[in-house]
Structure formats: C-alpha cells, structure tokens
C-alpha cells in the first residue's frame, strides 16, 4: 500500500461517540473525509453530530471556519448504529471503552465486513496493541492511533506499531493524520507509549516530595509555573485530569513494568482516591472547589531587604539572568570568574543551582556552612519565583542575605524544606531520564519524545531539549545524586544519557 495519506473520498469510521469519537469524527470531517460515527446506543451518534455542528457553528462564528465549510463538514457526517453500516470504510478508528476483550471482539467482528485493505486503529491510551491485534486473522492491519483530548484542538496523534503492525499502513496513518493537520509521532506498542509513560515522573516527584513534608501542594504547582513554565502545576493537574484516572494510568504502567519502581504509585494518591477526592470532579482533591472556595496562596518569603553586597561567578544562564536582573533593579554587582560551581554570593550566603545533593549534605561535602541552594528554571531572566533550601548549618543571617539578594533580583522565593533536587531540577531530570529510556529501547525518536512531550501534555520544552539546555554531564550528575541519597533503583540513571555524556555529544546535536 502506498504510504501517501488517504484520499479524502476515502470513509474514515469513528466507532465510539463520547468526547474522543466525537472529536475525532470532527477532525476527519473537518478534513474532507466522509465520515461514519457509530454507537450502539440510540441515539448517541446522532446527538454527537448535532454537537459537533454546534461547535463548528460557534467557530464560524470567531471567523475560524466559513459558513461554506461548516455545512460541508456537517454534510459530511453520518450517524450508523450497526458494524455492518461500515463496509466501505478505508480506515477505522476505535474509541470505545478501555476494555482489552471489548476492543478485541469489535476487530474481530469488523474483520467479516470490512474489505481487506481497509486499516484497523484503536484510541486506546494505554492497552497494548500487539494484544489487541493477537485475536485478528490480519493482525498486520491493526494499530494504534492516539488521540488527545480535546482532539480537535491537541495537535500530537500517537501512531503505535504493535508487534504484527505492518510498517507500511503505519506511515500511511501517519501521512493521513498529518494531512489532517495534526503531528504524528511513531511509537511502538509498550506501557503507556510515549506520553503516559514519559510523564508519569511529573506527578511522581512533586508527589514524593509531598510525602517528604518539603512544601506544599500550592507553592510546589506555584513553582512549577513561575520557574517552570508549565501551564499548570502537577497537583492542579492531577486534580483536573481526576485522581481515579490518573492513578490507574499509574498503576497500569507499573504493573505492565513488572513493578518497576520509576513507575511506584504514590501512597497518597492512593489514599485521596479510597476518600473519594477525585479533584475537581468529585469537589474535592489536593484542593477545595466546593461553594466558591478560595485557592491556598503559595508560601513566599516575607520581603527583606538586600543588606549585603552581591557577587556573581561565571556565565552560565543562571549568573548572566541574575546579573542583568540585579543591574536592572539599580543596584551593584561584582561578576568573578567560577571556581567551584558557586553561582552567587550574597554577604555570607554562598549560593549554587542545585545537584541533586541536599544543601545540608553539600555543606558537609565542601566544609561550608552557609550553603543555599536554588532550584532549575526554565529562563532565569524570566522566572517569578524560585524554590531554595538552605543547609541546616545556615545562619539565621545568612537565609537572610539569600532571600534579599533572590528578592532584589525580582524574584518571589520559594523555602522549601532541604530535600535532594529541589522541585524542578528533579523532576526535568527524571521525565529527562524517562524520555532517554524510551529512546534507547526503541519505542520512539530523540525528536519524536520531544514534539510528543510538548503536544500532548503542553510541556514548555521538550525533555531531551531542556536536558542539551542543561548539560548532559550535569543532568548526569544530578541523577546519580538522587540514586546515591535514596538508594533506589527508581532514580537508576538511562544508558542513553550516560553513552551521550562519555561521547561528548548532545540528544539534538
């Protein structure tokens, strides 16, 4: 078959009329293609179409689709209720419930009335594909092709090449999702393929932190933001997406890993759930949405003023930001060369970005005492806020000549209690680490986990981009940091990462 997407008079059915189907159904139509919405419900199909012609309308409306072309679209969906009513259909896409037999009885079923050419797809975000397929007299035809809500709107499609899928329909999906104006990015059919699995260290390290007693849920997603550049924090998220859902998520990747304790569910988690405080459905979650409730404010330092005089060390990201801030606000700063890796001193504050080291373990390791640690940012010259930690030999003076210096420099300060990595640094080191494994075991591209990473969940950066932005050696460093503190096999470093670090090379080199 040729690897050209399908023709536009070629029938996409969209099996499933919930909020995927429907989206879905939309973008195909909205495409060119004659499409065919089924549901065995009554109708489901039916009332589907009438809101999406709804949606189309509203968009007309913003002057982001012509009249012409909703009515085209609109003209070219069609409610069916029956398998049989899909013969004709070039390309099948599956979003019915996440049920490994029900998936595998529906291809089975469709394989009797649809011609042999026709391509099998299934929206499954998580159940293996090479399964799915196993039961199919043409287990060749079938594939994954994921979706993310809402999908008129994300751009990313997964297409998941299971064990059998053949390597020609799978380009061919990938044109065709491409032609209809999304990104798709190859992955092969492992636990939670690219996103589900890459991701799942946002939630996990903000979650043991928590756990930890290192701050709370407010000033952890507040950090996430300002220093970030993530559009939501990793508790408000987790309160949006449904702690329900995004558990099991959880526990099907550590299950499917064979309990593999990158992948641990947190206690937590676990506990908000039992409660029922599934997040912003259920009313309740990390937060309150009951009765107009008021969100908690992240904790920030009381102003103090900057009583020390200020020295920066080197060039790195970090010291050219600061400097430029400090000038910017009116107030001197000396700049050194770099000696230790010291990044600033403030009075007796002796400031670094963060290793992956407590400052407490820092200060025993350097024999200095006054050790403040700043956390990752995206951009230093546009950050908001940072999280520091001090070391538990610091003056009661010398938090305050750090938190004046940060301060002066216009940044909200974050303490946080002393934990390894701070709260950014550790968490883009890890989905870092995670996106690197899935590289090196062949399950996507270099490329492929970076545009997936920040399609289909919006990262501000890819995660192999941001570690070359980093330093390898020092992401390396930062790893084997938290490896060495909590002796956990969880914070293993990716052979990938180390091959790049002793080659010298860079993930986008």
Request: charged share 20%.
């Amino acid at each position: 078959m040729s690897h050209n997407a399908l023709e536009t008079n070629q029938i996409i059915a969209v099996i499933g009329s919930g909020a995927m189907g429907a989206g879905i159904a939309q973008v195909a139509a909205v495409a060119g293609h004659p499409v065919l919405l089924m549901d065995i419900r009554p109708a489901a199909a039916a009332n589907a179409i009438a809101a999406i012609v709804a949606q189309l309308e509203k968009l007309a409306e913003k002057g982001k689709m012509t009249p012409e072309a909703v009515r085209a679209a609109a003209s070219r969906l069609v409610a069916v209720d029956q398998l049989a009513d899909l013969s004709k259909a070039a390309l099948v896409i599956e979003a019915i419930a996440e049920n490994l037999e029900a998936k595998r009885g529906l291809f089975k079923e469709l394989e009797s009335i649809v011609g042999t050419d026709c391509i099998f797809s299934t929206n499954s975000s998580s159940i293996s594909i090479t399964s799915i397929a196993a039961v199919l007299a043409q287990p060749q035809r079938l594939l994954g092709m994921h979706f993310f809500n809402p999908a008129p709107l994300m751009k990313l499609v997964e297409v998941i090449s299971g064990l059998a899928t053949d390597a020609g329909l799978a380009e061919t999906v990938a044109a065709t999702a491409t032609a209809w104006g999304k990104t798709a990015v190859h992955a092969k059919s492992t636990p939670g393929f690219i996103v589900n699995r890459v991701a799942r260290p946002y939630y996990a390290e903000a979650l043991r932190v928590l756990q930890e007693g290192a701050s709370d849920p407010a000033t952890i997603d507040a950090c996430f933001r300002e220093a970030g550049g993530f559009r939501m924090g990793p508790f408000e998220l987790m309160d949006l997406i449904g702690h329900d859902v995004n558990l099991a998520v959880t526990k099907s990747v550590w299950n499917s890993f064979y309990h593999d304790q990158r992948f641990l569910p947190s206690l937590i988690q676990q506990e908000l759930v039992d409660a029922g405080f599934l997040g912003r459905k259920s009313g309740r979650g990390f937060f309150d949405y009951q009765n107009a409730a008021s969100k908690p404010a992240p904790h920030t330092e009381a102003v103090v003023p900057l009583s020390a005089p200020v020295t920066l060390f080197g060039d790195s990201d970090a010291a050219v930001a600061l400097a430029a801030r400090i000038s910017a606000a009116g107030l001197s700063v000396v700049r050194k060369a770099q000696t230790d890796g010291r990044l600033a001193e403030a009075g007796d504050a002796i400031i670094f970005v963060t290793d992956g080291r407590t400052a407490t373990h820092r200060a025993f390791d350097t024999r200095l005492n006054n050790i403040v640690l700043i956390d990752l940012a995206l951009d230093y010259s546009q950050a908001t806020r940072l999280a520091v930690s001090f070391a538990d030999q610091c003056t009661a003076t010398t938090r305050q000549q750090a938190t004046g210096f940060l301060q002066a420099a216009g940044l909200q300060v974050s303490q946080i209690a002393d934990v390894p990595g701070l709260l950014l640094m550790r968490t883009v080191a890890m989905l870092a680490n995670e996106a690197a494994d899935a590289v090196n075991q062949g399950v996507c591209s270099v490329a492929g986990a970076d545009a997936a990473m920040k399609l289909g969940v919006n990262y501000p950066r890819g995660p192999l981009s941001w570690a070359d932005q980093i330093g390898l050696p020092r992401l390396l460093v930062v790893l084997n940091h938290l490896c060495q503190t909590y002796g956990e096999d969880r914070y293993r470093v990716s052979p990938l990462i180390q091959r790049q670090v002793f080659a010298g090379k860079k993930f986008h080199d």
